[in-house]
């Protein structure tokens, strides 16, 4: 029987690494993408252990080669959505009775075999099936997805061991309960990671979950769900199931023992969620959680006295890496006239220099956008950009699917601050400008925080503190996210936590304590050792 309290130290972030040409890495890699490219594979879904196949399928296909398949995936519907919430029924007791170490060291080794001998099959299945080039599929599928387990472990550690104060003849307790139901947790295209995230961050505080992938995140899902078996987690704790929304979400939306909902996705689903939820509130157990990371509309802010080379970057970087598919990506920015001229020669020059193309060749910065659906919808933005006598297309402005669905990093400066491209979530490589008077810098300021709904990333570019600290008071409501002089992405876990508010979510702050307080229902329990034996207190003694 354990006798002791284990400890967990303080994980630091993964080393990254390079992929130079040469390196072992650059070799091992290569080899791995050629292993995955060579054969189909067939994907169930998992429903308490077992392997489902329901004969509904759909293709996991190649971003920047569409015709060319890496597996075909079974789909769920109501019957199969069913079955996963009884198999996470049945699994929870089990599960929320097994001593947290043992739960936590199941993740802490799952980390261990993505980061070790699964990190190049995580990443070759991340850039193959998401359309990443290696640098993007290493510092999400392989660094991120070990620091979120390892730091959400480590703030588990802490969250048990926060307990209340006791007095004389009196030991106070504070039990940290996993939820009573289920999680459904819903995960994104755009980061491998955030399956770990939204499937991982419940169910070692003792949750059993149903896990919805995106349709088009499915092969690399399948690949991290394989590895959490491999780490020694339960049958139906985690209950692996790709399917269309519209079968699943009536039935577990609705189900009675619905305890929470962990979702990154569009602001517009993620609404109607809690439309649903809020319709069926007197049919629950008790009261779903409701934590999402939803859309963005993040915004660049220059002040005349920016470094004009710097910003340039971080606009190239911050708007253009994976092809702006980040909900944190530079969409829009805010540049002084007096600098606008030099700006926008680095802007051009850098963007040139861009290379286009599939991401197992190693030159190309920008490769293809997710899908169909999304390539069609970033190039209406273009076309209306085009069209419209409110915009100019600086840069860009190129685009082609007929064998992969590539758009060429697109720069739109917008006349008005208010234009379509300047407000809207595009999720795509395309990054509006505004050109603002010098003297307008806090009227623009103000501008910026009324033009989107959102508020999940934004950066400050300025060398006179003054200015950064007017753009931070103005500003302080538009960003769960701010950088000053950097670009808006890259948010690394246990540095920045990542979250943001307004139509950007509930700003629980990924791999923190916060959000593990989500999914748990704290008991306290008092024991008091002796007991009074008289009903009487001594105030009621006589004279």
Known sequence: MLNATPAIEAPRNEDTLHYGPGSPERRRISATLSELRGKEIEIPLIIGGREVRTGRTAACSVPHDHRHRLAVCHLAGPKETAMAAEAAREAAVDWAGMAWADRLAIFQKAADLI???????????????????????????????????????????????????????????????????????????????????????????????????????????????????????????????????????????KHPELAGVHFTGSTAVFREIWKTVGANIDHYRSYPRLVGETGGKDFVFAHPSADARALAVALVRGAFEYQGQKCSAASRAYIPKSI????????????????????????????????????????????????????????????????????????????????????????????????????????????????????????????ERQAIVAAKRILVNAAGNLYINDKPTGAMIGQQPFGGSRASGTNDKAGTLLNLMRWVSPRTIKETFVPATDYRYPFMESE
């Open 115 to 253: 980061a070790g001998p699964h990190r190049m099959r995580i990443n070759a299945a991340t850039m193959l099936g998401q359309g990443k080039n290696v640098y993007q599929a290493e510092i999400d599928a392989a660094c991120e997805s070990a620091d979120f387990l390892r730091f959400y472990c480590w703030n588990a550690s802490r969250l048990f061991g926060l307990q209340p104060f006791s007095s004389a003849g009196v030991w106070n307790q504070m039990e940290y309960r996993p939820l009573e139901g289920f999680v459904f947790a819903i995960s994104p295209f755009n980061f491998t990671a955030l399956g770990v995230n939204l499937a991982g961050s419940p169910a070692l505080l003792g949750n059993t979950v149903i896990w919805k992938p995106a349709s088009s995140a499915v092969y690399s899902a399948y690949h991290l769900m394989r590895i959490f078996h491999e780490a020694g987690l339960p049958e139906g704790v985690i209950n692996f199931l790709p399917g269309p929304g519209s079968q699943m979400g009536p039935v577990l939306l």
């Open 340 to 463: 606008w001229k030099s700006l926008k020669e680095s802007l051009l020059e850098m963007i040139g220099g861009l290379r286009v193309g599939p991401p197992e060749d190693a030159a190309n910065f920008v490769n293809a956008v997710i899908d169909k659906t999304a390539f069609d919808k970033i190039v209406s933005y273009i076309e209306f950009a085009r069209k419209s006598p409110d915009a100019e297309i600086a840069a860009g402005g190129v685009y082609d699917d007929r064998v992969g669905y590539f758009i060429h990093p697109t720069v739109i400066v917008a006349k008005k601050p208010d234009f379509k491209t300047m407000v809207e979530e595009i999720f795509g490589p395309v990054l509006t400008l505004f050109v603002y008077d010098d003297d307008r810098y806090e009227e623009t300021l103000r501008l910026c925080d009324r033009t989107s709904p959102y508020s999940l990333t934004g950066s400050i570019f300025a060398r």
